[in-house]
Structure formats: structure tokens, C-alpha cells
């Protein structure tokens, strides 16, 4: 789930195990953090519009192009 070291990379929830934090099929930026990868997790910016730790399992990586990319920065 790596790309290139100034891509941003994106993901969409597919699991939570009932986790408030985490909403389901939406999409989430990750942050870079080497680490935490090698160990199996993603560091997300969750509902609580703080970074947390998740299991990479909770998440699939999708592609946007440049125009979703600025909308969801538009947004957020």
C-alpha cells in the first residue's frame, strides 16, 4: 500500500468491528508512518479529527484523480 513519497494515498473504509470512529465506506487520507505499515496498521485521521492507528485490514486503497483529490481538500 505504498506509492510514491509526495502522493497523497487514499483508502475507503470496508471494515470497522464497531468502532465509532471509523465510518463505513467512506473515504480517509493516510498519513505517512513507515512503522506502524511494517507492523500491519495505517495511521487515519478518524471521526474524532485525530490520528489513530488502524489495522489495514479495516481499509482498501483507491486511486482519485487530481479534481476528487481537490474536492475532498475542499471539504474537509
Not at 10 to 25: A, K, P, S, T
Amino acid at each position: 500500500m505504498r506509492n510514491t513519497k509526495n502522493e497523497k494515498r487514499f483508502v475507503i473504509c470496508i471494515r470497522n468491528d464497531e468502532c465509532e470512529d471509523l465510518v463505513l465506506r467512506k473515504v480517509y487520507e493516510v498519513k505517512p508512518d513507515k512503522r506502524a505499515e511494517e507492523e500491519g496498521y495505517l495511521r487515519i485521521i478518524d471521526e474524532s479529527v485525530e490520528d489513530y492507528l488502524y489495522p489495514n485490514t479495516y481499509f482498501m486503497e483507491i486511486k482519485l484523480t487530481k479534481k476528487a483529490e481537490e474536492v475532498l481538500h475542499a471539504v474537509a
